[in-house]
């Protein structure tokens, strides 16, 4: 297609302990094609293995949020070329931003929040950023951070800052919920829900350098 940018993000997800529990892959299919942004939807690509296509850093940042909130998965994601024309299907897809995807969630089993980043050295690297190496080092260090706030949150956490997120004031979330304000601020603060949105920014920002010689 026309106007295709040169730089993707690949994100393959592995479900953790997956012999000794349910099937999560319906359930975060399902919430990952809420998300804007996707090239190419995320699918089951071989047992308890998800994947999709973005070239969106915010999108990218949406798909750990979600990973994340579900806890049974670890992500891996990889940033370089894709071969085109892009097929209708992941599975179908490939290139050096696939490869870099396969060996960041392989890596992932020995990281401190089961999330990793790969980028394709030569092709990223031969964008405007001279210091490719250590930009990707410090996305997927903001990465583990938001990962590791997330993670903490309990589902009232989830509910006001799902709320939060749509615009509503403190004030009107703690109305929906059915709570004080006060209750509600005490519920985003123990939720992150600042530092979250400031790491949740921050990533993006360091995403979109990665891709920066789209």
């Known amino acids: ?4 940018p040169s730089i993707w993000f690949v994100v393959t997800a ?34 308890d293995e998800i994947q999709g296509l973005t070239a969106r850093p ?14 049974s998965w670890r992500v891996g994601i990889g940033v370089g070329p894709v071969e085109s024309p892009l097929p209708a299907s ?8 696939y490869v870099a995807a396969r060996t960041a969630v392989e890596r992932t089993r020995s990281t401190p929040t089961g999330l990793a980043l790969e980028a394709d050295r030569d092709s990223v690297a031969a964008g405007p950023y001279s210091d490719a190496n ?38 009107r979330a703690a109305a929906h919920l059915g709570i004080s304000p006060s209750a509600a601020s ?24 990665l891709g920066a010689g789209r």
Request: glycine content about 10%; proline content about 2%; hydrophobic content about 45%.
């Open 134 to 171: 250590g930009t990707a080092q410090r996305a997927e260090t903001a990465l583990w951070l938001l990962r590791s706030v997330l993670s903490r949150r309990t589902q009232e956490g989830w509910d006001v800052a799902d709320l939060l997120a749509t615009g509503m004031t403190n004030q």
């Open 186 to 209: 005490q519920r985003a603060g123990a939720a992150g829900v600042a530092v979250a949105t400031a790491g949740e920014a921050l990533a993006a920002g360091l995403l979109e350098d």
């Open 90 to 97: 992941t599975r179908q897809a490939r290139g050096p931003a």
């Open 58 to 71: 915010d999108a990218v940042v949406a798909i750990v949020r979600e990973l994340t909130r579900l806890r």
């Open 1 to 4: 297609m026309k106007g295709e």
């Open 14 to 47: 592995d479900q953790r302990r997956s012999r000794r529990s349910a099937d999560a892959v319906p359930a975060a299919l399902d919430r990952l094609s809420r998300i804007p942004g996707l090239r190419l939807a995320f699918e089951r690509t071989a047992g």
